[in-house]
Structure formats: C-alpha cells, structure tokens
C-alpha cells in the first residue's frame, strides 16, 4: 500500500515505515504528524488519483528529528572586475516515519522497530 503526498511544495510517494526528508515541520520529536494532501492512493489491486486530491485517506507519520543539510555556497564571480562574492546557505529540514496510511475500512501500519526484532528470533528456534 502507498500513497502520493505533497507537502512544502514538493510530491513524495511513501509507504509505511518508509523515512522521508520534508521542509521544516512544527513539533517535537516524537510527535504525530498527519498528511492531508493525498493526491494518490494505491493498495496493490486498485489505483485512485485525486482531481486534485482525495478524500477519505489519511498519511500519518512521526517526527524523527530536525536538522539542517550540508551547506551550499553561492559563488559569484566578474572576471577582470576584482568583483566576488561568496554566500553560504544551510536549509532547514525534518526527518519524518510514516506510521499509517489508512483508507476507509483498510489500513497499512508500520510494526515496532522492537517487535520485528523478536519476531525473527523466534521464527528461526522453530
């Protein structure tokens, strides 16, 4: 199951568990987001595409961390002027999970980091 979210601008297609880098979210770590702007939506037999969006389904995610990328630096340079100029730019970004994608009765949620741990163990004594 996966879904087509947009958000700061930018589209990105997620499925649950997957680790996104989106534009400066509000919140802690740990706290829940939810993605509003669903323009796609697929569960594997069916595909449904939002004119422009679609209601009904919902992307839920959790903040991992905030950070900021590896600076850029703009470099601007006249020749025979003895004219540059240097400037450095660090964006802003959040690291977000996705949790859950739900629509209508189905849902996709992610399994605890922990669970899956366990679960292998036990799987291989058998």
């Given at each position: 199951?996966?879904?087509?979210?947009?958000?700061?601008?930018?589209?990105?297609?997620?499925?649950?568990?997957?680790?996104?880098?989106?534009?400066?979210?509000?919140?802690?770590?740990?706290?829940?987001?939810?993605?509003?702007?669903?323009?796609?939506?697929?569960?594997?037999?069916?595909?449904?595409?939002?004119?422009?969006?679609?209601?009904?389904?919902?992307?839920?995610?959790?903040?991992?961390?905030?950070?900021?990328?590896?600076?850029?630096?703009?470099?601007?340079?006249?020749?025979?002027?003895?004219?540059?100029?240097?400037?450095?730019?660090?964006?802003?970004?959040?690291?977000?999970?996705?949790?859950?994608?739900s629509a209508g009765g189905?849902?996709?949620?992610?399994?605890?980091?922990?669970?899956?741990?366990?679960?292998?163990?036990?799987?291989?004594?058998?």
């Amino acid at each position: 199951m996966f879904a087509v979210i947009k958000t700061g601008g930018k589209q990105y297609r997620v499925a649950a568990n997957d680790v996104i880098t989106v534009a400066t979210l509000e919140g802690e770590a740990g706290a829940a987001v939810t993605f509003g702007d669903v323009l796609l939506f697929g569960d594997g037999e069916t595909t449904q595409v939002g004119t422009p969006l679609l209601s009904g389904i919902g992307v839920t995610g959790e903040i991992v961390q905030h950070g900021r990328t590896r600076k850029v630096i703009a470099f601007k340079k006249r020749r025979r002027q003895n004219s540059r100029r240097r400037r450095g730019h660090r964006q802003d970004f959040t690291l977000v999970r996705i949790t859950e994608i739900s629509a209508g009765g189905k849902s996709s949620k992610a399994e605890p980091r922990k669970a899956k741990a366990q679960a292998a163990p036990a799987a291989a004594a058998e």
